[in-house]
């Protein structure tokens, strides 16, 4: 056994472990050592993956088998590990970005006490568990596994303050609309196990082509449904922005490294059957396409500063969507790793101006924090700069790969995601204008409270503010540098055959220097121009008691598509729930069954009668019941 599947094992056991400690511990354990265990387990988790991925990184792939999960005649599971490019790359973000996460917990949630400190971090911890086993497990069962526990983990982490109803009914919708995409997601996994007798990924995609067109329809469609829920696309994307009702450093973990990007990684990993379902491909593409428009217009009018970037998230998971429907599987993984370094800047950015304003979201009656907050200031401009795609950061070089591939599938997709990029400059501007420019706008006592964060919470905004600026230099496109996109190269082997399929079906397209060029300024500019828009409205905003109208007005309230769920379905569902319960459950079976007891306690009230006490009542009795057998034995 080579030395990376000895160790391999250890990178979702040791947040298990933080787990357990700190669940069973939480009535024990003081917050500093809750802290250290929390944190560190996702540190040395991170350890090892920075060594697990320097041993795939000349292509190796490496499957660790170690017990049989599922053994009958007809079907064998086992319980196996797949370390290779693509899983040893999302190992690197989960640990990675999550790591600096549990770190801004430790001060961010220190004023809980320390029970409820220590289960906060045992949820965190779990989270992380559930999420590695999703990246590491080898085949669609064990991918499956830690796929729910990512959804139970969000439940119990957005329901953190459970005492708020809010909360709670964030919680279930969350869990809910998840379980609606893993109905898709499942039904998928038992159609591959009919037909192929397997869920392994090297079985599957090795015996891809004994599937039927219209198998490969179907299942890759529904698992695209299994995706539209974890990764919130239309129409299951509407829990997510409800989602903030957690914790911030919640918010930043499942936007940034672990639940919203298990579909991306689920899709990329079945890249071949992808592949060779072109109808999919397009679904997933309008979908992906559709989900940035949508969301961002939403966000144009926000004034809860979580709920901006939240919808910001939805829109940057429909950019990674469409990269995944044109076939640009390493763009989209790419925009995966770029937006885990930038958004989580921002929320925890986000978190960083919440904290100092004693729990203040509304973004109209922030303004001037810039003073105030030197560090976060500083870090989430640069987070700004990331997201709106301005050379030369991070979100740059992501989003124009994906919009490359884009315009060379089809022009209309690349004119509508250069539509949503000049949106999504200009919404962030507007947020970062409102929060940290111009004149103060809250209270008097809030002014009086405004300083920097703790150590605890600046560092990890420093390290993502890094990351934020050169995380995007190893995707360097052709055009600029030859070689120059490492990543590329990276996880080439992962998508070795989908690429070859493309080429000799003579599908991949192209583009000339002058074209990519071309695309990247026209990108660029018009994000610039949203930016400087943007920057001069807000920079000087006013507060104002006028209420929107028009346009603003459905955008302010989100399309009204809560509105139009609840009325179209979770009314009616309440109301047919409500006729089963009164009907058929309290009237009907309820009813049965109360009945059978109160005719047997009707009839032995009404028996009873019977014992009189009187010996000549008995006696007549008797000389009845002669006379009854007496006739019955005369007539049988």
Not at 115 to 122: H, R, S, T, V, W
Not at 322 to 351: D, E, I, Q, R
Not at 358 to 378: A, P, S
Not at 562 to 590: C, H, W
Request: hydrophobic content about 50%.
């Amino acid at each position: 056994m080579s030395n990376t599947l000895q160790i391999v094992w250890l990178i979702p056991f040791l947040p298990l472990i933080g787990f357990l400690i700190n669940g069973l511990g939480r009535n024990q354990l003081s917050k500093t050592l809750t802290g250290i265990i929390g944190s560190g387990v996702i540190l040395a988790s991170f350890l090892i993956s920075v060594f697990v991925f320097f041993q795939v990184k000349n292509g190796n792939t490496h499957v660790a088998h170690y017990f049989d999960f599922i053994n009958t005649k007809s079907l064998k599971v086992g319980f196996d590990f797949q370390i290779d490019q693509l899983s040893s790359l999302f190992l690197l973000i989960i640990t990675g970005v999550g790591f600096l996460i549990h770190v801004y917990s430790t001060s961010y949630m220190h004023e809980e006490d320390s029970k409820d400190f220590a289960k906060y971090f045992a949820y965190l911890n779990l989270f992380i568990f559930s999420m590695l086993l999703l990246v590491m497990g080898g085949n669609y069962i064990i991918m499956f596994i830690g796929w729910e526990g990512v959804g139970l983990c969000s439940y119990l982490l957005i329901g953190f303050w459970f005492k708020d109803n809010n909360n709670n009914d964030a919680a279930k919708k969350a869990f809910i609309m998840n379980r609606i995409g893993d109905f898709g997601f499942l039904l998928a996994v038992f159609w591959l196990i009919s037909k192929l007798g397997t869920a392994d990924y090297q079985e599957v995609f090795s015996n891809v082509s004994k599937l039927s067109s219209f198998d490969i329809a179907g299942i890759t469609l529904l698992l695209f449904v299994g995706a539209t829920g974890k990764s919130a696309q239309i129409p299951l994307y509407t829990w997510l922005p409800d989602a903030m009702a957690g914790p911030t450093p919640v918010s930043a973990l499942i936007h940034a490294a672990t639940m919203v990007t298990a579909g991306i990684y689920m899709i990329a990993r079945s890249n071949i059957l992808f592949t060779m379902a072109p109808i999919t491909q397009t679904v997933i593409a309008v979908i992906g396409l559709a989900t940035a428009v949508v969301a961002a217009t939403i966000a144009l009018k926000q004034n809860d500063i979580k709920k901006v970037l939240a919808y910001s998230t939805v829109s940057q998971l429909g950019y990674m969507f469409l990269g995944l429907g044109v076939g640009a599987y390493t763009g989209a993984v790419f925009h995966v790793m770029t937006h885990a370094f930038f958004k989580a800047l921002l929320f925890l950015g986000a978190g960083s101006v919440i904290h100092a304003m004693g729990g203040e979201q509304d973004m109209r009656n922030m303004g001037g924090l810039k003073k105030y907050m030197r560090i976060t200031h500083l870090t989430f401009l640069l987070g700004c700069f990331a997201i709106a795609g301005m050379p030369p950061f991070a979100g740059f070089f992501s989003k124009d790969e994906i919009l490359a591939a884009a315009f060379a599938k089809n022009p209309v997709y690349w004119v509508v995601g250069v539509l949503t990029a000049f949106m999504t400059a200009f919404y962030m501007f507007r947020l970062y204008g409102m929060t940290f420019l111009g004149k103060f706008r809250g209270t008097h006592e809030q002014e009086h409270h405004l300083h920097e964060s703790p150590a605890a919470i600046t560092i990890p905004l420093i390290v993502l503010a890094i990351l934020a600026v050169v995380g995007g230099w190893i995707g360097i496109p052709e055009v600029f540098i030859h070689g120059g996109h490492r990543l590329e190269a990276f996880l080439e082997p992962v998508f070795a055959d989908s690429n070859k399929l493309v080429a000799s079906l003579n599908q991949k397209h192209e583009l000339s220097h002058a074209t990519e060029y071309a695309l990247m300024a026209v990108s660029v500019a018009s994000a610039l121009i949203a930016l400087l828009y943007a920057w001069n409205k807000f920079s000087k905003y006013q507060k104002t008691t006028t209420e929107e109208t028009g346009i603003a007005r459905i955008l302010a309230n989100k399309w009204y598509v809560d509105e139009i769920y609840a009325s179209v379905i979770v009314k009616p569902t309440q109301s047919i729930a409500t006729f089963f319960n009164n009907i058929l459950e309290k009237k009907g079976i309820d009813g049965f069954v109360n009945g059978i007891g109160k005719a047997v306690n009707y009839s032995s009230r009404q028996i009873r009668l019977l014992q009189t006490g009187q010996v000549s009542a008995y006696m007549m009795l008797m000389v009845v019941a002669v006379l009854i057998l007496f006739i019955i034995q005369l007539f049988s």
